[in-house]
């Protein structure tokens, strides 16, 4: 929405303040109103961002009953507008009681034009800001996998892809770079097929031991050797009608590499120290992060086996490479993380969606979903920052180590630590630090706590 025709209203019943704040915000599209039921009227025709509403309004202009029945009915309409209190010196303590009942922020009369205009400006980007993690939440859910979070062109093909080969029974080669989510995509291509309803298997190649991989896959009789006190099913045979999922396919050893060619060419098991050959019907979805192209040159990986395994290939963009999925990731990550742990962040700030953007991302989706729980379980505030990230914002300088600035960073620890605290709780806040409500937020204030974009 451009400046140009953005919405404000303007509550309050001087005529000659209403023409002031009209050229004041020329650019904006101002909605005046002088009584509770105009705003309440103008705010159902069109949801505004910001709202400007006078305390002191009739039948209560020395009180504040009228003001905060205003606020009250904007935020019950449009709970995502921001509504700025306007008051005088003697009505302060409305003011603060105005603020714990929702709004945004206060100003006191005699109006500074540039004070108003910078506070309606901040008001406006969290309101976009709030605004966008909204939309990339409910993008989440436009994916067209379910449970498979991507926005991006590069991913959303990957996505169709697997939706065209899922239906038939090609052997699938998923590569991509570590934490890219292949055994996500894995277990999508079972869940699309006519398989759906039998067993998935997966399989870490890289996890077991070169002299348990053959026991594990293939299953050995009683016997077979020192310690096979039973018969026991391996990973392939449990497998039967379903799909086995070999992850990093590259760690197998070259003998293995024979026995497992040996199995694809007729799904045929053969446990160790067994004698009958047992019939099987699966699906193999592999995956890697190792270069098998290479790998054959250097004469590790079997050309033959990589044939049978490479029927089709998926080729999975790391997450730099996926314009807008950081973004959207992230805040399903947020959603999920904020349920699970009953915490209040419910965005990320403007300098913490411009850090994920820009953020290389080296551990791809596994190192973004690390680093937005830790940010959702350790931040104290309703929007997370670059810093709860672990992230340096775009531009971001050393800290200076004047002793003014010095003391200034210790002063906003000290708040944001009391307000933590307390709950975010004023009153108790201001008991902690030895201070009244009013300095409290004046302080709140000087150090943009509560503002922070």
Request: negative net charge; hydrophobic residues 45%.
């Amino acid at each position: 929405m451009s400046t140009t025709t953005r919405p404000l209203l303007i509550v309050d019943d001087d005529p000659g303040l209403l023409r002031q704040l009209r050229w004041a915000f020329s650019e904006h599209k101002v909605y005046p109103a002088s009584t509770r039921q105009e705003a309440a009227d103008l705010v159902r025709k069109d949801p505004v961002p910001v709202a400007i509403v006078d305390l002191g309004l009739p039948p209560d202009p020395d009180g504040a009953s009228e003001g905060l029945a205003i606020l009250a009915d904007i935020l019950a309409i449009a709970p995502a507008t921001k509504v700025i209190i306007a008051t005088g010196n003697e009505t302060r303590e409305y003011a603060l009681r105005a603020i714990a009942l929702g709004a945004y922020d206060f100003y006191q009369k005699p109006i500074d034009i540039d004070a108003l205009q910078l506070i309606v400006a901040r008001a406006e980007r969290i309101f976009d800001l709030e605004a966008e993690n909204r939309r990339l939440l409910e993008a989440t859910a436009a994916s067209p996998i379910d449970g498979i979070i991507a926005s991006s062109p590069e991913m959303s093909r990957v996505l169709r892809n697997i939706e065209k080969m899922a239906a038939t029974d090609v052997a699938v080669l998923l590569r991509g770079e570590s934490g890219t989510g292949k055994e996500l995509l894995a277990r999508a291509v079972h869940k699309l097929s006519v398989r759906a309803r039998e067993p998935f298997v997966p399989i870490n190649c890289a996890a077991i031991p070169e002299t348990l991989l053959e026991s594990e896959l293939f299953g050995y009789e009683k016997g077979a050797f020192t310690g096979a006190l039973k018969q026991t099913i391996g990973r392939i045979e449990s497998a039967d009608r379903g799909t086995l999922f070999l992850d990093e396919i590259g760690d197998v050893p070259l003998p293995m590499q024979v026995k497992l060619l040996r199995f694809l060419q007729d799904q045929v098991v053969e446990r160790i120290g067994g004698r009958n050959p047992v019939q099987v019907d699966v699906r193999i979805v592999c995956a890697t992060n190792q270069d098998l192209d290479l790998m054959i040159t250097q004469g590790r990986f079997r050309e033959d086996l990589y044939y049978r395994l490479n029927e089709v290939t998926v080729q999975i963009p790391p997450l730099r490479e996926r314009a807008g999925d950081a973004v959207a990731l992230a805040s399903f990550f947020l959603s999920r993380f904020a349920v699970e742990y009953g915490r209040l962040a419910r965005g990320f700030s403007a300098t913490a969606l411009a850090a994920l953007k820009d953020h290389p991302w080296p551990g791809n989706v596994r190192e973004l979903e690390n680093r937005v729980k830790r940010a959702v379980v350790m931040t104290d505030g309703p929007l997370i920052s670059a810093a709860d990230l672990g992230l340096a914002a775009p531009g971001e300088e050393a800290p200076s180590l004047t002793i003014r600035d010095a003391r200034a960073r210790a002063e906003r620890e000290v708040l944001q630590l009391a307000l933590a605290q307390a709950g975010s709780n004023l009153s108790k806040a201001a008991k902690l630090l030895g201070i009244s409500r009013p300095t409290l937020y004046d302080l709140m204030q000087q150090h943009r706590i509560g503002l922070d974009l």
